[in-house]
């Protein structure tokens, strides 16, 4: 039997911090967010249209 390893930290303890950086902007626009590790990819899409000032209104 393998005994759990203490003080691991789990993925929703996890805290990550992400550079977003508009590519071709002049002079750059960027925002560092954090965001736990067990973030959904739908919610960290509104995290970055947040961070950004977005309204989520560009057409696909």
């Given at each position: 039997?393998?005994a759990?390893?203490?003080?691991?930290?789990?993925?929703?303890?996890?805290?990550?911090?992400?550079k977003?950086?508009?590519?071709?902007?002049?002079?750059?626009?960027?925002?560092?967010?954090?965001?736990?590790?067990?973030?959904?990819?739908?919610?960290?899409?509104?995290?970055?249209?947040?961070?950004?000032?977005?309204?989520?209104?560009?057409?696909?």
């Amino acid at each position: 039997m393998i005994a759990p390893v203490k003080n691991q930290p789990t993925a929703s303890s996890r805290l990550y911090e992400l550079k977003i950086t508009l590519r071709g902007s002049d002079p750059a626009i960027w925002r560092r967010i954090q965001v736990p590790g067990d973030i959904k990819l739908d919610r960290l899409h509104d995290v970055f249209q947040i961070a950004m000032g977005w309204t989520d209104s560009h057409l696909h």
